[in-house]
């Protein structure tokens, strides 16, 4: 296993449980490094696990990173996945970022959700942490965009029934049929919130 040093420079960002770095030598890649906590859920193990297990399914992945694997880094083991970015190199937001500056029209971020729905649901693929700061808003050219998970497969901590998702194909259906309404009723919820503070906003006093 290769050993990277990682610096400021190149901290990409962060979430709940883990620190994102660009790769030193390859800026299409990203290094995902679990956090120093108390308790944590393995994701980086967990993502892995799940990536592989859709590669031996021959699956697109269109709409996910791609994932290559561990290196040693100097801030401890870390997970080596595609890095995603706009065509054009701008800075890539998050599907909740573009709702809440409402910077896509409705019927625009509707087609964009229903192709990833389209594309979740013909390949089986389990989406658990729901939230719209787990996709990326991805630019493909001057005026389209897609919408790209970049965080949130598989399950949020090992266990049976992680195992159950990839052996029993009717119990991963059934979790993404439930998930997928948990998504839509996060998007509804920040774009309800979002259309109030817009109103907020044009109140004249």
């Not at 790769?23 to 299409?28: Q, S």
């Not at 990173?65 to 290196?71: A, N, R």
């Not at 658990?128 to 630019?139: E, P, T, Y």
Request: one cysteine or more; proline letters at 1%.
């Amino acid at each position: 296993m290769s050993y990277i040093v990682l610096n400021d420079n190149d901290f990409l960002g962060t979430g709940g449980e883990r620190n994102c770095y660009i790769y030193p030598r390859d800026e299409k890649k990203v290094i995902k490094i679990v956090k120093k906590l108390d308790k944590h859920n393995n994701q980086n193990i967990l993502e892995y696990t799940y990536i592989k297990y859709l590669e031996k399914q021959d699956v697109d992945f269109s709409y996910i990173p791609k994932c290559y694997g561990f290196v040693n880094t100097n801030f401890g083991e870390g997970l080596v996945v595609q890095r995603i970015k706009n065509y054009d190199n701008s800075e890539i937001r998050t599907m909740s970022f573009y709702i809440k500056h409402n910077l896509l029209e409705d019927d625009y971020s509707m087609k964009l959700i229903n192709d990833l729905k389209a594309y979740l649901f013909k390949n089986d693929i389990l989406f658990v942490d729901a939230s719209l700061s787990n996709i990326f808003c991805q630019k493909i050219s001057k005026n389209e965009y897609k919408l790209i998970i970049f965080d949130g497969l598989g399950a949020r901590r090992p266990g049976i029934k992680f195992w159950l998702y990839m052996k029993l194909k009717f119990f991963a259906r059934y979790k993404i049929k439930k998930q997928w309404d948990v998504f839509l009723k996060n998007y509804k919820y920040e774009r309800s919130l979002n259309i109030k503070l817009e109103n907020k906003d044009n109140i004249e006093y």
